[in-house]
Protein backbone atom coordinates (compact mmCIF):
# COMPACT_ATOMS: atom_id res chain seq x y z
CA UNK A 1 0.00 0.00 0.00
CA UNK A 2 1.27 3.49 -0.67
CA UNK A 3 2.51 5.36 2.24
CA UNK A 4 0.49 9.10 2.66
CA UNK A 5 2.38 12.27 2.63
CA UNK A 6 0.27 15.21 3.79
CA UNK A 7 1.43 18.63 3.28
CA UNK A 8 -0.57 21.80 5.30
CA UNK A 9 0.32 25.00 2.82
CA UNK A 10 0.93 24.99 -0.15
CA UNK A 11 3.67 27.44 -0.90
CA UNK A 12 7.30 27.86 -1.48
CA UNK A 13 8.30 25.67 1.07
CA UNK A 14 5.40 23.12 1.36
CA UNK A 15 5.06 22.80 -2.65
CA UNK A 16 9.07 22.68 -2.62
CA UNK A 17 8.93 19.07 0.14
CA UNK A 18 6.12 17.91 -1.79
CA UNK A 19 8.03 18.19 -5.71
CA UNK A 20 11.12 16.68 -3.93
CA UNK A 21 9.48 13.90 -2.23
CA UNK A 22 7.20 13.35 -5.72
CA UNK A 23 10.83 13.35 -7.80
CA UNK A 24 12.07 10.32 -5.87
CA UNK A 25 8.79 8.90 -4.72
CA UNK A 26 6.16 7.64 -7.64
CA UNK A 27 2.09 7.69 -7.01
CA UNK A 28 1.92 3.68 -6.12
CA UNK A 29 4.54 4.46 -3.37
CA UNK A 30 3.60 7.95 -1.76
CA UNK A 31 0.20 9.41 -1.98
CA UNK A 32 0.20 13.38 -1.33
CA UNK A 33 -2.21 15.36 -0.30
CA UNK A 34 -2.10 19.32 -0.20
CA UNK A 35 -4.10 21.25 1.90
CA UNK A 36 -4.02 24.88 1.28
CA UNK A 37 -6.39 27.40 2.41
CA UNK A 38 -5.84 30.27 -0.11
CA UNK A 39 -6.52 30.60 -3.88
CA UNK A 40 -3.02 29.67 -4.99
CA UNK A 41 -0.36 27.66 -4.78
CA UNK A 42 3.78 28.52 -5.75
CA UNK A 43 3.18 32.28 -5.67
CA UNK A 44 5.87 34.82 -4.75
CA UNK A 45 4.55 36.85 -2.51
CA UNK A 46 7.82 38.82 -2.89
CA UNK A 47 6.43 40.05 -6.25
CA UNK A 48 3.65 42.04 -4.56
CA UNK A 49 5.32 45.05 -4.54
CA UNK A 50 6.23 45.18 -8.23
CA UNK A 51 2.42 44.19 -8.96
CA UNK A 52 1.20 47.14 -6.58
CA UNK A 53 3.51 49.59 -8.86
CA UNK A 54 2.34 48.34 -12.18
CA UNK A 55 6.28 47.19 -13.18
CA UNK A 56 5.00 43.53 -13.24
CA UNK A 57 1.82 42.27 -14.07
CA UNK A 58 -0.22 40.19 -11.38
CA UNK A 59 -1.29 37.70 -10.41
CA UNK A 60 -0.73 35.15 -12.94
CA UNK A 61 3.07 36.14 -14.10
CA UNK A 62 3.74 35.74 -9.96
CA UNK A 63 2.47 32.12 -9.65
CA UNK A 64 4.89 29.56 -10.54
CA UNK A 65 2.93 26.78 -10.58
CA UNK A 66 -0.68 26.29 -10.09
CA UNK A 67 -2.85 23.14 -8.45
CA UNK A 68 -3.78 22.23 -11.98
CA UNK A 69 -0.25 21.80 -12.63
CA UNK A 70 0.51 20.33 -9.57
CA UNK A 71 -2.10 17.70 -10.04
CA UNK A 72 -1.72 16.49 -13.73
CA UNK A 73 2.15 17.38 -13.64
CA UNK A 74 3.12 15.80 -10.16
CA UNK A 75 0.47 13.33 -9.41
CA UNK A 76 -0.34 15.17 -5.98
CA UNK A 77 -4.14 15.82 -4.56
CA UNK A 78 -4.35 19.28 -4.35
CA UNK A 79 -7.04 20.62 -2.17
CA UNK A 80 -7.38 24.45 -2.56
CA UNK A 81 -9.52 26.47 -0.13
CA UNK A 82 -9.28 23.71 2.50
CA UNK A 83 -7.74 24.68 5.63
CA UNK A 84 -6.20 22.24 8.40
CA UNK A 85 -7.95 23.00 11.60
CA UNK A 86 -6.21 20.42 14.04
CA UNK A 87 -3.25 17.48 13.81
CA UNK A 88 -3.76 14.57 15.82
CA UNK A 89 -0.24 13.38 16.38
CA UNK A 90 -1.44 9.81 18.05
CA UNK A 91 -4.19 9.15 15.42
CA UNK A 92 -1.79 10.51 12.83
CA UNK A 93 -4.53 12.62 11.06
CA UNK A 94 -5.26 15.92 10.27
CA UNK A 95 -8.74 17.63 10.45
CA UNK A 96 -9.39 19.74 7.56
CA UNK A 97 -12.31 22.46 6.46
CA UNK A 98 -13.60 23.16 3.32
CA UNK A 99 -13.95 26.88 3.14
CA UNK A 100 -16.37 27.16 0.08
CA UNK A 101 -18.21 23.69 0.07
CA UNK A 102 -18.38 23.69 4.01
CA UNK A 103 -17.77 20.48 6.09
CA UNK A 104 -15.06 18.97 7.15
CA UNK A 105 -12.81 15.80 6.07
CA UNK A 106 -9.77 13.67 8.17
CA UNK A 107 -7.48 12.52 6.24
CA UNK A 108 -4.72 9.74 8.00
CA UNK A 109 -0.99 10.32 7.01
CA UNK A 110 2.72 8.49 7.62
CA UNK A 111 4.34 11.91 6.87
CA UNK A 112 3.55 15.38 7.30
CA UNK A 113 5.20 18.84 6.31
CA UNK A 114 4.06 21.69 8.43
CA UNK A 115 4.45 24.78 5.83
CA UNK A 116 2.09 27.32 7.31
CA UNK A 117 4.37 30.15 6.92
CA UNK A 118 4.13 33.29 9.12
CA UNK A 119 1.45 35.62 10.36
CA UNK A 120 1.46 39.07 9.83
CA UNK A 121 1.67 41.37 13.30
CA UNK A 122 -1.76 43.26 13.85
CA UNK A 123 -1.96 45.43 17.20
CA UNK A 124 -5.44 45.77 18.15
CA UNK A 125 -5.93 49.18 16.80
CA UNK A 126 -5.55 47.17 13.27
CA UNK A 127 -8.53 45.55 13.71
CA UNK A 128 -11.39 47.72 11.87
CA UNK A 129 -13.83 47.53 9.49
CA UNK A 130 -12.98 50.65 7.55
CA UNK A 131 -12.27 50.08 3.75
CA UNK A 132 -8.51 51.12 2.86
CA UNK A 133 -6.10 49.10 5.50
CA UNK A 134 -4.20 46.64 4.14
CA UNK A 135 -1.60 44.08 5.67
CA UNK A 136 0.92 42.75 2.80
CA UNK A 137 1.67 38.55 2.77
CA UNK A 138 -0.85 37.14 0.22
CA UNK A 139 -1.64 37.72 -3.38
CA UNK A 140 -4.98 38.21 -2.02
CA UNK A 141 -3.77 41.25 -0.43
CA UNK A 142 -2.10 42.35 -3.28
CA UNK A 143 -5.33 42.22 -5.78
CA UNK A 144 -7.56 43.77 -2.87
CA UNK A 145 -5.24 46.97 -2.51
CA UNK A 146 -4.87 47.42 -6.25
CA UNK A 147 -8.87 46.93 -6.40
CA UNK A 148 -8.62 50.10 -3.67
CA UNK A 149 -6.40 51.95 -5.47
CA UNK A 150 -8.04 52.12 -8.71
CA UNK A 151 -11.64 52.35 -7.52
CA UNK A 152 -13.36 55.96 -7.25
CA UNK A 153 -12.48 58.00 -5.47
CA UNK A 154 -8.77 57.33 -6.20
CA UNK A 155 -7.12 57.67 -2.78
CA UNK A 156 -4.30 59.95 -3.02
CA UNK A 157 -2.34 60.00 0.42
CA UNK A 158 -1.09 56.86 1.56
CA UNK A 159 0.46 55.97 5.32
CA UNK A 160 2.67 53.11 5.62
CA UNK A 161 2.93 51.78 8.63
CA UNK A 162 5.95 49.79 9.68
CA UNK A 163 10.05 50.57 7.83
CA UNK A 164 11.13 47.01 7.59
CA UNK A 165 11.73 45.90 3.93
CA UNK A 166 8.19 44.92 2.89
CA UNK A 167 7.17 48.93 4.32
CA UNK A 168 10.18 50.47 2.28
CA UNK A 169 9.09 48.73 -1.01
CA UNK A 170 5.39 49.27 -0.60
CA UNK A 171 6.44 53.20 0.02
CA UNK A 172 8.41 53.20 -3.22
CA UNK A 173 5.39 51.18 -4.57
CA UNK A 174 2.94 53.50 -3.81
CA UNK A 175 4.77 56.69 -4.63
CA UNK A 176 5.10 55.19 -8.00
CA UNK A 177 1.75 55.27 -8.35
CA UNK A 178 1.66 58.84 -8.00
CA UNK A 179 0.22 58.74 -4.31
CA UNK A 180 2.13 61.55 -1.13
CA UNK A 181 3.25 58.32 0.97
CA UNK A 182 4.35 58.72 4.49
CA UNK A 183 6.10 56.06 5.98
CA UNK A 184 5.44 55.89 10.12
CA UNK A 185 8.24 54.07 12.19
CA UNK A 186 7.86 53.67 15.61
CA UNK A 187 11.51 53.32 16.05
CA UNK A 188 14.41 55.53 15.17
CA UNK A 189 14.97 54.78 11.92
CA UNK A 190 13.32 52.97 8.88
CA UNK A 191 15.50 49.45 7.67
CA UNK A 192 15.97 48.51 10.61
CA UNK A 193 17.86 45.57 9.10
CA UNK A 194 20.85 47.25 8.88
CA UNK A 195 22.79 49.74 11.14
CA UNK A 196 21.63 53.26 11.88
CA UNK A 197 24.30 54.94 9.49
CA UNK A 198 23.46 52.58 6.56
CA UNK A 199 19.82 53.40 7.02
CA UNK A 200 20.16 56.56 6.95
CA UNK A 201 21.45 56.75 3.51
CA UNK A 202 18.55 54.58 3.05
CA UNK A 203 16.27 57.39 4.25
CA UNK A 204 17.65 60.20 2.47
CA UNK A 205 17.20 58.22 -1.20
CA UNK A 206 13.30 57.59 -0.10
CA UNK A 207 12.78 61.70 0.97
CA UNK A 208 14.44 62.43 -2.32
CA UNK A 209 11.86 60.41 -3.98
CA UNK A 210 8.97 62.45 -2.50
CA UNK A 211 8.29 59.70 0.69
CA UNK A 212 7.66 61.43 4.24
CA UNK A 213 9.24 59.78 6.97
CA UNK A 214 8.40 59.64 10.25
CA UNK A 215 10.44 58.06 13.08
CA UNK A 216 9.90 57.93 16.88
CA UNK A 217 6.38 57.71 16.01
CA UNK A 218 4.02 54.35 17.39
CA UNK A 219 0.58 54.63 15.41
CA UNK A 220 -2.01 53.92 18.36
CA UNK A 221 -5.48 54.33 16.03
CA UNK A 222 -7.14 55.01 13.18
CA UNK A 223 -10.34 57.47 12.21
CA UNK A 224 -12.43 56.82 9.58
CA UNK A 225 -15.33 58.78 7.81
CA UNK A 226 -18.18 57.36 5.78
CA UNK A 227 -16.67 53.71 6.25
CA UNK A 228 -13.24 54.36 4.62
CA UNK A 229 -10.01 55.12 6.71
CA UNK A 230 -9.84 58.73 7.04
CA UNK A 231 -6.30 58.92 9.15
CA UNK A 232 -3.60 57.09 11.42
CA UNK A 233 -3.48 58.27 15.03
CA UNK A 234 -0.49 58.94 16.49
CA UNK A 235 1.00 61.30 19.82
CA UNK A 236 1.84 64.08 17.24
CA UNK A 237 -1.67 64.17 15.84
CA UNK A 238 -3.60 62.37 12.86
CA UNK A 239 -1.81 61.87 9.47
CA UNK A 240 -4.78 62.21 7.21
CA UNK A 241 -4.85 58.42 4.67
CA UNK A 242 -7.26 57.68 2.17
CA UNK A 243 -5.11 53.90 1.97
CA UNK A 244 -2.31 52.40 4.92
CA UNK A 245 -0.76 49.48 4.21
CA UNK A 246 0.62 47.73 6.90
CA UNK A 247 3.60 46.77 7.30
CA UNK A 248 4.58 45.71 10.85
CA UNK A 249 6.50 42.36 10.29
CA UNK A 250 5.73 38.56 10.57
CA UNK A 251 5.89 35.82 13.22
CA UNK A 252 5.78 32.14 12.81
CA UNK A 253 2.33 30.81 11.89
CA UNK A 254 2.43 28.29 14.60
CA UNK A 255 -1.18 27.54 16.36
CA UNK A 256 -1.81 24.40 15.19
CA UNK A 257 1.75 23.48 15.63
CA UNK A 258 1.09 24.17 19.32
CA UNK A 259 -1.98 22.88 19.76
CA UNK A 260 -0.72 19.44 18.50
CA UNK A 261 2.76 19.54 20.79
CA UNK A 262 5.64 20.40 18.45
CA UNK A 263 8.05 22.06 19.96
CA UNK A 264 8.64 25.49 19.73
CA UNK A 265 11.81 27.56 20.17
CA UNK A 266 13.00 30.30 21.92
CA UNK A 267 12.62 32.51 18.65
CA UNK A 268 9.12 31.37 18.57
CA UNK A 269 9.20 29.04 15.43
CA UNK A 270 9.03 25.07 15.59
CA UNK A 271 12.24 23.20 16.35
CA UNK A 272 13.55 21.16 13.71
CA UNK A 273 16.85 19.63 13.24
CA UNK A 274 19.17 19.96 10.02
CA UNK A 275 17.00 17.56 7.75
CA UNK A 276 13.99 19.80 9.02
CA UNK A 277 12.45 17.07 11.38
CA UNK A 278 10.60 18.62 13.82
CA UNK A 279 12.25 17.89 17.01
CA UNK A 280 11.69 14.70 18.26
CA UNK A 281 8.65 14.09 16.04
CA UNK A 282 9.19 10.94 13.92
CA UNK A 283 7.48 11.37 10.50
CA UNK A 284 6.87 14.98 11.22
CA UNK A 285 8.86 17.71 9.58
CA UNK A 286 8.47 21.44 8.89
CA UNK A 287 10.45 24.35 7.43
CA UNK A 288 9.60 27.37 6.08
CA UNK A 289 8.90 31.24 7.36
CA UNK A 290 7.04 29.24 10.47
CA UNK A 291 10.39 27.00 11.80
CA UNK A 292 13.17 28.75 13.31
CA UNK A 293 16.86 28.10 12.08
CA UNK A 294 20.73 28.38 13.63
CA UNK A 295 22.59 31.59 12.92
CA UNK A 296 25.65 30.29 11.31
CA UNK A 297 27.32 33.68 12.71
CA UNK A 298 26.03 34.19 16.46
CA UNK A 299 25.15 30.62 16.80
CA UNK A 300 21.80 31.59 18.70
CA UNK A 301 18.35 29.99 17.07
CA UNK A 302 16.38 32.73 14.60
CA UNK A 303 13.27 33.32 12.99
CA UNK A 304 14.68 34.84 9.29
CA UNK A 305 11.38 34.37 7.46
CA UNK A 306 12.30 34.59 3.75
CA UNK A 307 11.86 33.11 0.28
CA UNK A 308 15.24 32.12 -0.06
CA UNK A 309 15.07 30.08 3.22
CA UNK A 310 11.76 28.46 2.47
CA UNK A 311 12.33 27.08 -0.86
CA UNK A 312 15.90 25.27 0.32
CA UNK A 313 14.53 24.16 3.86
CA UNK A 314 11.28 22.29 2.35
CA UNK A 315 13.36 21.02 -0.87
CA UNK A 316 15.74 19.61 2.01
CA UNK A 317 12.96 17.64 3.28
CA UNK A 318 11.30 17.13 0.14
CA UNK A 319 14.55 14.71 -0.81
CA UNK A 320 14.36 13.56 2.93
CA UNK A 321 10.79 12.41 3.17
CA UNK A 322 11.85 10.82 -1.01
CA UNK A 323 14.54 8.68 0.81
CA UNK A 324 17.55 10.36 0.09
CA UNK A 325 19.67 12.72 2.69
CA UNK A 326 19.88 16.51 2.78
CA UNK A 327 20.29 18.95 5.35
CA UNK A 328 19.69 22.96 5.53
CA UNK A 329 22.52 24.49 6.79
CA UNK A 330 21.82 27.52 8.49
CA UNK A 331 21.29 31.19 7.77
CA UNK A 332 23.94 34.16 8.08
CA UNK A 333 21.20 36.71 7.47
CA UNK A 334 21.91 37.46 3.56
CA UNK A 335 19.05 40.10 2.28
CA UNK A 336 18.65 42.54 -0.64
CA UNK A 337 16.03 45.36 -1.39
CA UNK A 338 16.02 48.58 -3.37
CA UNK A 339 14.03 52.01 -3.09
CA UNK A 340 14.03 53.01 -6.73
CA UNK A 341 17.61 52.92 -7.97
CA UNK A 342 19.21 52.44 -4.65
CA UNK A 343 20.14 49.19 -3.26
CA UNK A 344 20.59 47.95 -0.20
CA UNK A 345 22.53 44.61 0.76
CA UNK A 346 23.21 43.22 4.43
CA UNK A 347 25.13 39.53 5.20
CA UNK A 348 25.77 38.39 8.75
CA UNK A 349 25.23 40.62 11.98
CA UNK A 350 25.04 44.77 12.85
CA UNK A 351 26.37 45.73 15.08
CA UNK A 352 23.74 45.84 17.81
CA UNK A 353 23.42 41.76 16.61
CA UNK A 354 27.38 41.75 17.11
CA UNK A 355 27.48 43.05 20.33
CA UNK A 356 24.40 41.15 21.73
CA UNK A 357 26.28 37.92 20.58
CA UNK A 358 29.21 39.02 22.83
CA UNK A 359 32.03 39.94 20.17
CA UNK A 360 34.46 42.10 20.14
CA UNK A 361 34.26 43.32 17.06
CA UNK A 362 35.97 46.85 14.63
CA UNK A 363 33.61 48.52 12.06
CA UNK A 364 34.39 50.48 9.14
CA UNK A 365 32.69 52.82 6.54
CA UNK A 366 34.66 52.72 2.92
CA UNK A 367 32.85 54.74 0.63
CA UNK A 368 33.92 53.69 -3.16
CA UNK A 369 31.95 53.95 -6.33
CA UNK A 370 30.43 51.59 -8.30
CA UNK A 371 32.42 51.56 -11.53
CA UNK A 372 35.55 53.62 -12.78
CA UNK A 373 34.99 57.29 -11.39
CA UNK A 374 35.52 58.42 -15.23
CA UNK A 375 33.53 56.06 -16.53
CA UNK A 376 29.69 57.01 -17.29
CA UNK A 377 27.28 56.52 -14.87
CA UNK A 378 29.92 56.02 -11.80
CA UNK A 379 27.58 56.57 -8.45
CA UNK A 380 28.49 56.08 -4.89
CA UNK A 381 29.07 52.57 -3.36
CA UNK A 382 29.09 52.47 0.78
CA UNK A 383 30.39 49.78 2.06
CA UNK A 384 30.14 48.67 5.52
CA UNK A 385 32.37 45.71 7.54
CA UNK A 386 32.14 44.24 10.91
CA UNK A 387 35.17 42.06 11.74
CA UNK A 388 35.77 40.00 14.79
CA UNK A 389 38.76 41.57 16.78
CA UNK A 390 41.39 40.51 16.79
CA UNK A 391 40.98 37.24 14.83
CA UNK A 392 39.94 39.84 11.46
CA UNK A 393 37.53 37.51 10.96
CA UNK A 394 34.06 38.81 9.07
CA UNK A 395 31.57 39.31 10.91
CA UNK A 396 28.80 41.22 8.77
CA UNK A 397 28.64 43.36 6.18
CA UNK A 398 26.34 46.13 4.55
CA UNK A 399 26.06 47.98 0.92
CA UNK A 400 24.32 50.74 -0.21
CA UNK A 401 24.74 52.21 -3.32
CA UNK A 402 23.78 52.66 -6.86
CA UNK A 403 23.68 50.11 -10.02
CA UNK A 404 25.69 46.87 -8.92
CA UNK A 405 25.26 47.39 -4.64
CA UNK A 406 23.19 45.15 -3.82
CA UNK A 407 24.20 41.45 -5.65
CA UNK A 408 27.55 42.70 -4.25
CA UNK A 409 26.58 41.52 -1.02
CA UNK A 410 27.05 37.67 -2.11
CA UNK A 411 30.47 38.21 -2.62
CA UNK A 412 30.98 39.13 1.31
CA UNK A 413 28.06 35.87 2.05
CA UNK A 414 30.22 33.81 0.41
CA UNK A 415 33.66 35.16 2.25
CA UNK A 416 31.29 35.08 5.81
CA UNK A 417 29.81 31.98 5.05
CA UNK A 418 33.30 30.52 4.79
CA UNK A 419 34.86 31.94 7.46
CA UNK A 420 37.64 34.86 5.82
CA UNK A 421 39.00 37.35 7.55
CA UNK A 422 39.29 40.98 6.63
CA UNK A 423 43.00 40.52 5.54
CA UNK A 424 42.15 37.34 3.57
CA UNK A 425 39.88 39.23 1.60
CA UNK A 426 42.03 41.96 0.16
CA UNK A 427 43.81 39.77 -2.20
CA UNK A 428 40.45 38.22 -3.61
CA UNK A 429 41.02 38.01 -7.11
CA UNK A 430 37.27 39.81 -7.94
CA UNK A 431 36.73 40.96 -11.51
CA UNK A 432 37.70 44.57 -12.77
CA UNK A 433 37.00 46.34 -15.88
CA UNK A 434 36.20 50.17 -15.59
CA UNK A 435 32.42 49.50 -16.23
CA UNK A 436 31.54 47.29 -13.44
CA UNK A 437 33.95 48.65 -10.36
CA UNK A 438 36.68 50.74 -9.61
CA UNK A 439 40.52 49.04 -10.11
CA UNK A 440 40.42 48.82 -6.39
CA UNK A 441 36.57 46.95 -6.04
CA UNK A 442 34.30 48.81 -3.28
CA UNK A 443 34.56 45.05 -1.41
CA UNK A 444 38.56 45.37 -1.23
CA UNK A 445 38.77 49.16 -0.01
CA UNK A 446 36.39 47.88 2.89
CA UNK A 447 38.73 45.03 3.62
CA UNK A 448 42.06 46.98 3.27
CA UNK A 449 40.58 49.62 5.54
CA UNK A 450 38.98 46.79 8.62
CA UNK A 451 42.62 45.35 8.51
CA UNK A 452 44.20 49.12 9.00
CA UNK A 453 41.39 49.34 12.12
CA UNK A 454 42.06 45.91 13.22
CA UNK A 455 45.92 46.97 13.66
CA UNK A 456 45.13 50.55 15.20
CA UNK A 457 45.83 50.30 18.81
CA UNK A 458 42.95 48.90 20.95
CA UNK A 459 40.53 51.77 22.38
C1 LIG B 1 5.43 41.64 0.16
C2 LIG B 1 6.47 40.59 0.42
C3 LIG B 1 7.72 40.67 -0.18
C4 LIG B 1 8.68 39.70 0.07
N1 LIG B 1 9.90 39.81 -0.54
C5 LIG B 1 10.85 38.85 -0.33
C6 LIG B 1 12.10 38.91 -0.99
O1 LIG B 1 12.36 39.84 -1.76
N2 LIG B 1 13.01 37.93 -0.75
C7 LIG B 1 12.74 36.86 0.09
O2 LIG B 1 13.60 35.98 0.26
N3 LIG B 1 11.55 36.77 0.71
C8 LIG B 1 10.60 37.74 0.52
N4 LIG B 1 9.38 37.63 1.14
C9 LIG B 1 9.14 36.52 2.07
C10 LIG B 1 8.66 35.25 1.36
O3 LIG B 1 7.55 35.53 0.58
C11 LIG B 1 8.34 34.20 2.40
O4 LIG B 1 9.48 34.00 3.19
C12 LIG B 1 7.92 32.89 1.77
O5 LIG B 1 6.75 33.04 1.04
C13 LIG B 1 7.70 31.84 2.86
O6 LIG B 1 7.25 30.68 2.29
P1 LIG B 1 6.43 29.64 3.16
O7 LIG B 1 6.04 28.54 2.24
O8 LIG B 1 7.16 29.30 4.40
O9 LIG B 1 5.16 30.44 3.67
P2 LIG B 1 3.99 31.15 2.84
O10 LIG B 1 4.48 31.65 1.55
O11 LIG B 1 3.37 32.12 3.77
O12 LIG B 1 2.99 29.96 2.56
C14 LIG B 1 2.27 29.35 3.59
C15 LIG B 1 0.97 28.86 2.99
O13 LIG B 1 0.30 28.09 3.97
C16 LIG B 1 -1.10 28.34 3.86
N5 LIG B 1 -1.68 27.99 5.16
C17 LIG B 1 -1.40 28.54 6.36
N6 LIG B 1 -2.11 27.92 7.34
C18 LIG B 1 -2.84 26.95 6.71
C19 LIG B 1 -3.75 25.97 7.20
N7 LIG B 1 -4.06 25.87 8.48
N8 LIG B 1 -4.32 25.13 6.30
C20 LIG B 1 -4.03 25.25 4.96
N9 LIG B 1 -3.17 26.17 4.46
C21 LIG B 1 -2.57 26.99 5.33
C22 LIG B 1 -1.18 29.82 3.53
O14 LIG B 1 -2.39 30.16 2.91
C23 LIG B 1 0.03 30.00 2.61
O15 LIG B 1 -0.31 29.88 1.25
C24 LIG B 1 8.38 38.60 0.91
C25 LIG B 1 7.13 38.50 1.52
C26 LIG B 1 6.18 39.48 1.27
C27 LIG B 1 4.83 39.34 1.94
Redo the contacts with the bound molecule.
Sequence with gaps: MAQRLIV???????MSAASQARRRRDRADLEIVV????HFTSY???G??YWISGLVSGPEALIARDPETFRTTYAMDVRMR????AIDLDRREVV?RDLEGGGEVRERFDDLVY????VPMKPPWADTDAGGVFG???LDDGAALRDWLDAEPQPRRAVVVGGG??GV?MAEALIQRGLSVTLVEAGSQPMATVDGDMAELVAEAMRGLGVTIRTDLPVTGLEQRDGRVSAVVTAEGPIPADVVVLGLGVRP?TA?AKAAGFPIGPSGGIRVDRRMRVAGLSGVWA????VETLHRVSGMPVHV??????NKQ?RAAGINIGGGYATFAGVIGT?V?KVCDLEVGRTGLREEEATLAGFDFVSVIAESTNRAGYYPGARPMTVKLIAERPSGRLLGAQIVGWSEAAKRIDTLAVALWNGMTVDDMTSLDLGYAPPYAPVWDPVLVAARKAVDALAAPDR
Design positions: IGGDAAGFERGSACIPHEVTAATGAMQTYIENLAGDCPLGTHAGAT
